[in-house]
């Protein structure tokens, strides 16, 4: 069993990481998901109260709510597979439930990249509703997921992915990690650099 939680601020990557371990045939549970079910059952619209409600789920069932709502996902996902990957950890509340819950089988991936560059990968999308569409731009989200305590989240990854290179190199290093549950790509830069 191996649980491999992916945290990261919009834009970073959490989503092509999500894809590659589709690809392998690695069940993906989406922490975000379970807020659009939410928005979705109170009327909501989720492009635009995403936020808004995911900030409700906690204020009212405290701060581990929707990773406690996800547990039994997962759980159901390792009936039939060795590894399944949690996409989109905000806290480190969220990884105290996942390491209470899965101890040592619990490998948390931070992945990174520039606001710059994130803010180019999100226009790029284009699904996002910006500012002028009367969502969050990405600083606002940046703020209310470093709100949720992100960065506390991120600090106590077990593995750093900067993705700043290709997308096929990026995948190359996600899946590497997937499959054998360590970072060779870390241990390929590290003897890269002089």
Known sequence: MHVIGTVGLPGSGKGEAAT?????????VTMGDVVRQETADRGLDPAKDH????????EENGPAAIAERSLPMIEDRLEAHDTVLVDGIRSDIEVDAFEER???AFTLISIEAPFEVRAERVDERGRDAGEADGGEGLAARD???????????????????????????????IRSIVRTGTDDGKHAEAEADP
């Open 20 to 28: 590659v371990a589709r690809e392998d045939g690695i069940p993906v």
């Open 143 to 173: 703020e209310r997921e470093r709100g949720f305590g992100m960065d506390d989240a991120m600090d106590r990854a077990d593995v750093v992915v900067e993705n700043t290179d290709s997308l096929e190199a990026f995948h190359e290093r």
């Open 51 to 58: 936020g808004t409600v995911a900030q409700a789920l906690r």
């Open 102 to 104: 899965f101890g040592d």
